[in-house]
């Protein structure tokens, strides 16, 4: 079965410092998603991504964060320069296959932990 | 923007009760509601989901049922087992697909 995959699934950075995380979608997915969870709270939408650009994105999305599809496979999500705050579980997801059946599931990769020093 | 409240925070039953968690959302233009599991340190898990042209859907032990006029929906876990443990959160989405909000989720321990 198809599945979303990230990478790194831990990054260590120190405060100031640009991160890139990058995920892989399932490939005839349309929407793309950026989502954070801070250790033991909700999941937060970050981004949404659609015909290769922004369609949503919360307060949390402010100028210190961009999303990329740099080719067909890859959606990157960086952060300029990385905050105490920003330490979280970072969730990418996709949804709604190109033939539109069964649109609005979320498909989610495993994470990728972001603890910034 | 879209709000989904959810209730209670923390819930403890007996091994073969069941369970009840209860959501509210604010946009009435929500159409999806899904509802994830997410166990420690693993990401959220799609386990049953309904569309607003139904009112009640079942999956074996899981049911989710949906009151749009009230913009209420809820999900029954009956015969609950400690492999039921963990953390649920409800969601809503809207018509367009372009986000889809959670809930502050609810932490169930089934307790053997």
């Known amino acids: 079965e198809p599945e979303v995959t990230q990478t790194p699934s831990h990054q260590v950075t120190q405060m100031g410092q640009e991160v890139i995380l990058r995920c892989v979608p399932i490939?005839?997915?349309?929407?793309f998603y950026w989502y954070r969870q801070i250790l033991g709270q909700k999941v937060e939408f970050l981004v949404s991504?659609?015909?290769?650009?922004?369609?949503?994105k919360s307060e949390i999305f402010d100028d210190q964060f961009s999303v990329e599809r740099p080719d067909g496979s890859n959606f990157t999500l960086k952060i300029r320069s990385t905050k105490l705050e920003d330490s979280a579980m970072y969730f990418c997801?996709?949804?709604?296959?190109?033939?539109?059946?069964?649109?609005?599931?979320?498909?989610f990769g495993e994470g990728s932990r972001l603890t910034v020093l | 923007g879209e709000n989904v409240e959810q209730h209670p925070s923390t819930l403890s039953v007996q091994e073969g009760d069941s369970a009840v968690i209860k959501c509210t959302y604010s946009?009435?233009?929500?159409?999806?509601f899904p509802w994830y599991k997410q166990e420690l340190g693993k990401r959220p898990q799609l386990i049953i989901d309904?569309?607003?042209?139904?009112g009640e859907k079942k999956d074996q032990r899981i049911a989710v049922t949906l009151n749009k006029t009230a913009k209420h929906f809820s999900l029954h876990i009956t015969e609950t087992q400690p492999e039921d443990s963990a953390v649920y959160f409800c969601?809503?989405?809207?018509?367009?697909?372009?986000?889809?909000?959670f809930g502050p989720g609810t932490s169930l321990s089934v307790i053997p």
């Open positions: 997801a996709s949804s709604t296959p190109s033939d539109r059946t069964n649109t609005g599931e979320l498909f």
């Open positions: 490939s005839n997915h349309l929407y």
């Open positions: 991504f659609y015909n290769n650009e922004i369609s949503e």
């Open positions: 946009d009435s233009a929500s159409n999806y």
């Open positions: 309904i569309r607003s042209n139904v």
């Open positions: 969601a809503a989405m809207e018509t367009s697909y372009d986000k889809v909000i």
